[in-house]
């Protein structure tokens, strides 16, 4: 086989990957990636009273490291249940970051709300998946002990504040064990 019949077979085969390889291509331009999870609040600070408040302090933040406007709409953000918040009419500025809150608020340039009344991400272990709106995989972070079978042990990512779970992407996680005081059995996942 000649290099530029090895060169072709190469690009053909990595073209024809089936969608569920590509999909989840992790390491690739991870480390440039236009948008991305940044930041994962899984655990509200407060007491788990299903309050408005507790739930507005459980969020994922979402960032935009391009200097152009990102289109959103159509977007989804969703946990390892199927609870899926889908983005409606926004763009996200370019070196910029929105928060995307559980709770119920009034949406800004900074702040979007689910709307729920109960709690989305699992404290023990979740992901968070951040697909565009063709439906393909743009990134994720996952917290707790579920990713590390599914993902054959591999670990990835920056754990700026100790191993707390696999994730892609610059994630400052301020839940340290994923567990808090005062938590009551039946209340979350």
């Known amino acids: 086989m000649t290099a530029a019949a090895a060169i072709a077979a ?12 590509a999909d989840h291509d992790h390491d690739h331009g991870r480390r440039h990636a236009e ?8 655990v ?23 200097r152009r406007t990102v289109n959103l709409d159509g977007w989804t953000l969703a946990d390892r249940e199927g609870h899926t918040y889908t983005f409606h009419h926004y763009r ?3 070196r910029s970051t ?3 809150h559980t709770g119920m608020g009034r949406d800004t340039r900074t702040d979007l709300y689910q709307d729920r009344r109960m709690y989305v991400w699992d404290r023990f272990a979740d992901t968070a ?6 439906g393909r995989f743009v990134d994720d972070a996952s917290w707790g002990r579920h ?3 599914e993902d054959r042990g591999e670990h990835r990512g920056d754990h700026r504040d100790g ?8 994630h400052r996680d301020g839940d340290r064990d994923g567990h808090r005081d005062g938590d009551r059995d039946g209340d979350r996942h």
Request: net charge negative; aromatic share 2%; glycine share 8%.
């Open 129 to 134: 998946t951040l697909r565009n709106d063709h």
């Open 92 to 94: 996200l500025d370019g």
């Open 35 to 42: 948008v991305v999870i940044s930041d994962v609040q899984h």
């Open 10 to 21: 190469g690009i053909v085969g990595a073209v024809a990957l089936p969608a569920t390889a």
């Open 44 to 66: 509200s600070p407060d007491r788990e009273t299903r309050s408005n408040r507790s739930l507005n302090r459980e969020w994922v933040e979402i960032t935009n490291n391009s």
């Open 163 to 170: 191993d707390r779970g696999e994730h892609r992407g610059d």
């Open 147 to 149: 990713h590390r079978d």
């Open 98 to 100: 929105v928060r995307v």
